[in-house]
């Protein structure tokens, strides 16, 4: 996976890729006023066609998050749609792409300056979780999660992976993979960035949107294909222990995908193997996104050209 992207959009621009330019007292750098989201379009093995999966959900939890966070006057969220849709065969990519959309505020100004909004769009490599066939190790961290009340979780700003950074050095400083988040409740939350299932007799079990999470789109799409598969999965608050005793545990994110964890603070999970239930997950996972199953043709865009 090593192609080089050529052309980034900024603000409905399509420019060269070092022509990219951000003002150093844009809020966008001072204050972090940036909300961004992270898509993939998947390369078809046969027709080398790309689809992007799920890029209208992705689209309308930006348009969240730019509510949220009180942007004033922000790009459509067609322009948004066109403008990726032309971005990535213009990079002229040979594998799977990353998308990373940002809605941003590219003026100065103060705490409570609300534009201008601008918004950038770049089309990237990026490769597969090293765990994606061999799980995870992960562990606990001494951080708590943000929460609703503070740096709302459910809105992908920027300014909620400063978080996440202190986690994941951390989890690195411990020789872990990376690592979960307890939430103020002292409940489970997530990883710095993908959502959690364990899979305990049969059911899977995930943290509730209460736990102070991302709404994930991936986490959506492995509850709906997991009922179609005829799993039971809840929604609902997880203690820690309740993964040392689980029989499986795998996380999962549009960056991550869905890739098994197979220690937990040190402990292995079930039999210290990727689990044969998060292994048909995944396979189901990739044939949807990839478009090798013709199951759900409305989570996959087709980029044309
Ligand atoms: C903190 C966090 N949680 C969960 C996820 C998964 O969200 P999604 O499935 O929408 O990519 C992400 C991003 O991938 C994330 O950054």
């Known amino acids: 996976m090593g192609w080089t992207p050529?052309?980034?959009i900024q603000n409905g621009a399509m420019i060269p890729w070092a022509e990219g330019r951000l003002h150093p007292h844009s809020m966008a750098v001072t204050y972090a006023a940036t909300v961004f989201e992270g898509i993939?379009?998947?390369?078809?093995p046969t027709t080398g066609a790309y689809a992007i999966f799920r890029l209208d959900e992705h689209l309308a939890r930006i348009a969240q998050g730019v509510k949220i966070m009180r942007f004033e006057n922000p790009p459509t969220l067609d322009v948004m749609r066109a403008g990726i849709l032309k971005l990535i065969p213009a990079n002229d990519p040979d594998d799977d792409v990353y998308i990373r959309l940002q809605v941003l505020i590219d003026g100065p100004g103060h705490q409570g300056t609300r534009g201008p909004t601008g918004w950038t769009a770049v089309a990237i490599p990026r490769e597969r979780s090293a765990g994606f066939n061999k799980g995870l190790s992960v562990g606990f961290s001494s951080w708590t999660r943000l929460s609703d009340n503070s740096s709302p979780p459910r809105v992908k700003a920027v300014a909620n992976y400063h978080a996440g950074r202190l986690v994941t050095m951390q989890a690195q400083a411990d020789g872990y993979d990376t690592a979960?988040?307890?939430?103020?409740?002292?409940k489970v939350s997530e990883a710095p960035g993908a959502c959690l299932f364990i899979v305990r007799d049969g059911k899977l079990l995930t943290p509730n949107l209460n736990s102070d999470i991302l709404e994930?789109?991936?986490?959506?799409?492995?509850i709906a294909f997991a009922r179609e598969m005829g799993l039971r999965v809840h929604e609902v608050p997880v203690d820690r222990t309740e993964l040392y005793v689980a029989d499986e545990v795998f996380l999962c994110g549009t960056g991550q995908e869905l890739v098994p964890v197979t220690q937990v603070d040190r402990l292995q999970v079930g039999g210290g193997q990727p689990g044969p239930v998060?292994?048909?997950l995944q396979a189901r996972y990739e044939a949807l996104v990839r478009g090798t199953s013709d199951d759900h043709p409305e989570w996959r865009t087709k980029v044309e050209g």
Request: hydrophobic share 30%; net charge positive.
């Open 6 to 8: 050529k052309y980034l």
């Open 40 to 44: 993939r379009a998947y390369r078809h």
């Open 180 to 186: 979960l988040i307890l939430n103020s409740q002292g």
């Open 216 to 222: 994930s789109v991936t986490r959506d799409t492995v």
């Open 278 to 280: 998060t292994m048909r």
